[in-house]
T-cell receptor
Framework: AQSVTQPDIHITVSEGASLELRCNYS??????LFWYVQSPGQGLQLLLK??????LVQGIKGFEAEFKRSQSSFNLRKPSVHWSDAAEYFC?????????????FGTGTRLQVTL | SAVISQKPSRDICQRGTSLTIQCQVD?????MFWYRQQPGQSLTLIAT?????????ESGFVIDKFPISRPNLTFSTLTVSNMSPEDSSIYLC????????????FGPGTRLTVT
């Protein structure tokens, strides 16, 4: 079945440490890939996206993500985490079928940052 | 990008009543989407609303329960009808730009509590 998986429900990192949030997908063809962040009480903000081309994608707030076709993954990274990065992070996909508009979200990873 | 506003931001409603949520976009967009985020969960697409056509509902969501209007390219409403406590959720609208595939920009959400 088609799915997008975020294996880590909750991650805690120290401020200044590096971060990697995992995202795996299971689709026949590589879908379009997105990362969103939801801060407490806020809507979702688009961090970055991958449609094609360079597999290392730069986003806002110092985030980047790397698409690895062989691993069906699109992991989000940040070299040095700030306390304000504490939030819920969602990986999302749009499959290459139909109207290419339906966004399907993973279950989310909650990031806690310790000082 | 697009800036999305929603009204109301939150509401507490009695079971059996209905609530209409408004979504305003700061620019004209073809595609708008409505999502539900149940407590502690990820987002689930309710329906896609194109201007000038009937909304397209996802499996498990029906028009009688979640009627949607899309009168122009900058505005949409979602009504949650005959509410029950199980409808307590955050309801988010989004606007799709570019695409397909669309980049979706989200409103801040409406937090609904049904008592």
């Amino acid at each position: 079945a088609q799915s997008v998986t975020q294996p880590d429900i909750h991650i805690t990192v120290s401020e200044g440490a590096s971060l990697e949030l995992r995202c795996n997908y299971s689709y026949g063809a590589t879908p379009y890939l997105f990362w969103y962040v939801q801060s407490p009480g806020q809507g979702l903000q688009l961090l970055l996206k991958y449609f094609s081309g360079d597999t290392l994608v730069q986003g806002i707030k110092g985030f980047e993500a790397e698409f690895k076709r062989s691993q069906s993954s699109f992991n989000l990274r940040k070299p040095s985490v700030h306390w304000s990065d504490a939030a819920e992070y969602f990986c999302a996909v749009v499959p290459h079928t139909g109207t290419a508009s339906k966004l399907t979200f993973g279950t989310g990873t909650r990031l806690q940052v310790t000082l | 990008s697009a800036v999305i506003s929603q009204k109301p931001s939150r509401d507490i409603c009695q079971r059996g009543t209905s609530l209409t949520i408004q979504c305003q976009v700061d620019s004209q967009v073809t595609m708008m989407f409505w999502y539900r985020q149940q407590p502690g969960q990820s987002l689930t697409l309710i329906a896609t609303a194109n201007q000038g056509s009937e909304a397209t509902y996802e499996s498990g969501f029906v028009i009688d329960k979640f009627p949607i209007s899309r009168p122009n390219l900058t505005f949409s409403t979602l009504t949650v009808s005959n509410m029950s406590p199980e409808d307590s959720s955050i309801y988010l609208c989004s606007a799709g730009t570019g695409g397909p595939p669309y980049e979706q920009y989200f409103g801040p959400g409406t937090r609904l509590t049904v008592t």
